[in-house]
């Protein structure tokens, strides 16, 4: 290439690689506008990598690879530990995509079409969004790509340039290529769980040569196989974890339900479900909100012409092997849709967003060559002027193409963001509250949530309040009431999320409003209230019973004492804690009507004071609604409640075991005096009759 196109080449990936930066840095830090639960869950985990814990997997959720959580603790050491570097990382990650994709295609197939590619993915909706979600599937592409282009340097090294590769610098020899290659592909298997099907690129690329281009395959299959050995053994330590721990992962049994149905003959689902995805490309996308304008296709009207114009030149050059190879590539990275649907495939088909915007390229450089050589052949003086105006006008027209889809991609994205809908899933009211803790002051707080789970809600707010606060205290106050033991405490609640009236009732006459705070009207959660309680509750002079070393049953009464037949019966009991739970098991209370002979007429099992952030002398509400039957007998009846346990997967993973799955019930002791496994209530129920 003579030195002013060499010059042109890098001007225009530098303007390529800004746009792309542009579209996702800009206010990265507010938009999208909050956080999800996976997101603030991957804040968690790399602040936790930072502070000495260094998983192979990490198993919050339904589990995840280790690559990009690591890669998030690597820019916080730097940046600080706040959910924006979590997406900077993730823009970063884009960013390395679009030059790692033209790294390869420029390898595989030329200058030209390597721009091209690059353009689409630095201005397409869907890399976009997936750059700036603090999400791991966004690494996949990125480390698969760079594998994809040591393999090529090395293939075509070795077919060009035998003899000045046996010369050259350690990085430039076939062999060192092939080990990169190897390197990358098994590193591509610690980032997503999609990632396990791009092997089959590799393997079925192989075959591919060996009976199609046998010239290619004899200089080649040694190296290939080196390159899959290499990823074996670099992914061998994450699959030997999986294996003696199968509880770290959940994902694949959610998953593969179309695959189970096809082994028991029935294909049914997975053709249903490989329509859907078919049909992502240029007609209906992806349905979840989080990832995707729903319904809105990966490609718009023309990119989809260009792609199946390119799509049909591929199979058209099939016996060329980078044509080949990138139709293998795309039909593994589109798999995963295939067997789970069009729901969240923006991100489970994310390997295949490299080789999307390969086709579109491939036809736009074959279109311009094609009139390019109209205009040399034509001997008429018109029509080769007509073709040469043409040919000089094919470079603006595909940056004025690219440049549309860049607005329009901003637009959307835009749009996309201010969505009540997405405010919802991203929890602006938890980014709102976390400001109000900060604001606080050395109080107590307690914060009414619909998700109190430890991977849920205060996981957000730990996510943008930088760390964990020991002052906080979580409850679902629709059906429980936390009170600390503590002089004075902030209560937040929201009117999403309100006090049940039963369990207000222990903090009046006492608490006070401070003040409220608005958010959007048209929010799911328009606001919130913050109050402050400086008040007790009335305690009995002795407790109930004891249940096992974690808690004092302190009062337990019915409301109403004597219950109607259709409709409801209250429970309302009163704790004090005493104890933690080991970090492997969580609590869950139940309440039950029984009939005469012990049968269960109705039962509720809820805890909506979580037992992982129990501190050892507060107190705590627990409200159950027992929705009594219209046909049930009337006559007394019993009502007993009492505690089991169930397994934490998480921490029983981190500790090193697998749960365990049984589900005790904790022992019950009155006066010091065992009395069984729960405690017992008497009911007068009513008939609709009487």
């Known amino acids: 290439?003579?030195?002013?196109?060499?010059?042109?080449?890098?001007?225009?990936?530098?303007?390529?690689?800004?746009?792309?930066?542009?579209?996702?840095?800009?206010?990265?830090?507010?938009?999208?506008?909050?956080?999800?639960?996976?997101?603030?869950?991957?804040?968690h985990d790399a602040a936790a990598v930072l502070d000495g814990v260094r998983p192979?997997?990490?198993?919050?959720?339904?589990?995840?690879?280790?690559?990009?959580?690591?890669?998030?603790?690597?820019l916080m050491a730097v940046l600080g530990r706040s959910p924006w570097v979590m997406r900077l990382t993730s823009a970063t990650w884009g960013l390395l995509l679009v030059a790692a994709t033209y790294s390869w295609v420029r390898r595989a197939f030329d200058t030209e079409v390597?721009?091209?590619?690059?353009?689409?993915?630095?201005?397409?909706?869907?890399?976009?969004?997936?750059?700036?979600?603090?999400?791991?599937?966004?690494?996949?592409?990125?480390?698969?790509a760079a594998s994809a282009g040591f393999l090529w340097c090395a293939i075509g090294r070795w077919a060009r340039e035998q003899e000045k590769a046996r010369h050259a610098g350690p990085l430039r020899h076939p062999v060192a290529q092939y080990l990169l290659s190897g390197l990358a592909l098994g590193l591509s298997l610690y980032t997503y769980l999609a990632a396990r099907l791009m092997p089959a690129v590799l393997l079925a690329f192989f075959l591919y040569l060996l009976v199609v281009r046998r010239d290619v395959w004899r200089r080649a299959w040694r190296g290939m196989l080196l390159v899959l050995a290499v990823a074996a053994l670099v992914s061998a330590p994450l699959f030997l974890y999986l294996?003696?721990?199968?509880?770290?992962?959940?994902?694949?049994?959610?998953?593969?339900?179309?695959?189970?149905?096809?082994?028991?003959?029935?294909?049914?689902?997975?053709?249903?479900?490989?329509?859907?995805?078919?049909?992502?490309?240029?007609?209906?996308?992806?349905?979840f909100l989080p990832y995707n304008l729903p319904g809105k296709?990966?490609?718009?009207?023309?990119?989809s012409i260009l792609f199946y114009s390119g799509l049909l030149l591929a199979l058209w050059r099939w016996r060329r092997p980078a044509h080949a190879f990138a139709l293998f590539w795309l039909a593994a990275g589109l798999a995963p849709a295939?067997?789970?649907?069009?729901?969240?495939?923006?991100?489970?088909?994310?390997?295949?967003?490299?080789?999307?915007?390969?086709?579109?390229?491939?036809?736009?450089?074959?279109?311009?060559?094609?009139?390019?050589?109209?205009?040399?052949?034509?001997?008429?003086?018109?029509?080769?002027?007509?073709?040469?105006?043409?040919?000089?006008?094919?470079?603006?027209?595909?940056?004025?193409?690219?440049?549309?889809?860049?607005?329009?991609?901003?637009?959307?994205?835009?749009?996309?963001?201010?969505?009540?809908?997405?405010?919802?899933?991203?929890?602006?009211?938890?980014?709102?509250?976390?400001?109000?803790?900060?604001?606080?002051?050395?109080?107590?707080?307690?914060?009414?949530?619909?998700?109190?789970?430890?991977?849920?809600?205060?996981?957000?707010?730990?996510?943008?309040?930088?760390?964990?606060?020991?002052?906080?205290?979580?409850?679902?106050?629709?059906?429980?009431?936390?009170?600390?033991?503590?002089?004075?405490?902030?209560?937040?609640?929201?009117?999403?999320?309100?006090?049940?009236?039963?369990?207000?009732?222990?903090l009046t006459p006492d608490l006070t409003s401070v003040y409220p705070v608005t958010l959007r009207p048209d929010d799911f959660s328009p606001?919130?209230?913050?109050?402050?309680?400086?008040?007790?509750?009335?305690l009995p002079d002795q407790p109930v019973a004891s249940v096992g070393d974690q808690l004092l049953l302190l009062q337990a009464e019915l409301d109403p004492d004597q219950a109607r037949a259709g409709e409801n019966l209250d429970l309302i009991t009163l704790w004090q804690i005493t104890g933690q739970l080991p970090s492997d098991r969580d609590a869950v209370m139940f309440a039950q009507l029984l009939d005469s002979e012990a049968g269960v007429i109705v039962q509720q099992d809820r805890l909506?004071?979580?037992?992982?952030?129990?501190?050892?002398?507060?107190?705590?509400?627990?409200?159950?609604?027992?929705?009594?039957?219209?046909?049930?007998?009337?006559?007394?009846?019993?009502?007993?409640?009492?505690?089991?346990?169930?397994?934490?997967?998480?921490?029983?993973?981190?500790?090193?075991?697998?749960?365990?799955?049984?589900?005790?019930?904790?022992?019950?002791?009155i006066e010091g005096e065992p009395a069984g496994d729960y405690l017992q209530l008497q009911v007068e129920v009513l008939t609709t009759d009487e």
């Open 114 to 144: 390597a721009l091209l590619t690059a353009a689409g993915l630095a201005v397409g909706f869907w890399p976009v969004t997936t750059s700036r979600l603090g999400l791991r599937a966004i690494a996949l592409p990125v480390v698969f």
């Open 56 to 74: 192979i997997f990490f198993p919050v959720a339904q589990g995840k690879e280790p690559l990009y959580p690591y890669s998030v603790a690597a």
């Open 243 to 287: 294996r003696a721990h199968p509880s770290a992962e959940i994902r694949v049994g959610q998953l593969d339900r179309p695959l189970r149905a096809l082994e028991d003959g029935d294909p049914s689902l997975i053709l249903s479900r490989a329509g859907e995805t078919i049909q992502m490309l240029s007609f209906r996308g992806d349905t």
């Open 338 to 506: 295939l067997a789970t649907g069009i729901e969240a495939a923006n991100l489970r088909a994310i390997a295949a967003q490299p080789v999307l915007y390969l086709f579109p390229a491939l036809s736009l450089v074959a279109a311009g060559r094609y009139v390019r050589g109209r205009c040399r052949k034509s001997q008429r003086p018109g029509a080769a002027l007509l073709c040469s105006n043409i040919s000089r006008a094919l470079v603006p027209a595909a940056v004025a193409l690219f440049a549309l889809v860049a607005a329009m991609t901003f637009r959307d994205y835009m749009r996309w963001a201010e969505d009540r809908d997405v405010r919802v899933h991203y929890h602006v009211d938890l980014v709102a509250i976390a400001d109000a803790v900060r604001r606080c002051p050395d109080d107590v707080i307690a914060i009414s949530a619909l998700f109190p789970g430890q991977y849920h809600d205060p996981r957000v707010v730990e996510a943008v309040l930088g760390g964990v606060d020991d002052r906080l205290r979580w409850f679902d106050g629709r059906g429980g009431l936390v009170l600390p033991a503590a002089d004075s405490v902030t209560y937040i609640v929201s009117p999403a999320d309100p006090m049940d009236p039963l369990l207000q009732a222990f």
């Open 297 to 303: 296709p990966l490609l718009g009207p023309v990119m």
């Open 527 to 538: 606001g919130f209230d913050v109050f402050r309680w400086n008040g007790s509750p009335a």
């Open 608 to 669: 909506d004071v979580p037992s992982w952030n129990w501190q050892v002398g507060d107190r705590f509400a627990q409200l159950f609604h027992l929705a009594l039957p219209g046909d049930m007998a009337g006559g007394s009846h019993r009502v007993i409640v009492g505690v089991y346990t169930v397994p934490d997967r998480v921490d029983a993973v981190l500790a090193g075991h697998e749960p365990d799955p049984a589900v005790p019930r904790l022992p019950i002791a």
């Open 1 to 43: 290439m003579r030195e002013h196109a060499w010059r042109s080449e890098w001007l225009w990936l530098l303007l390529i690689l800004l746009a792309a930066a542009l579209l996702r840095l800009w206010q990265l830090d507010s938009v999208p506008p909050g956080l999800t639960h996976d997101e603030a869950n991957n804040v």
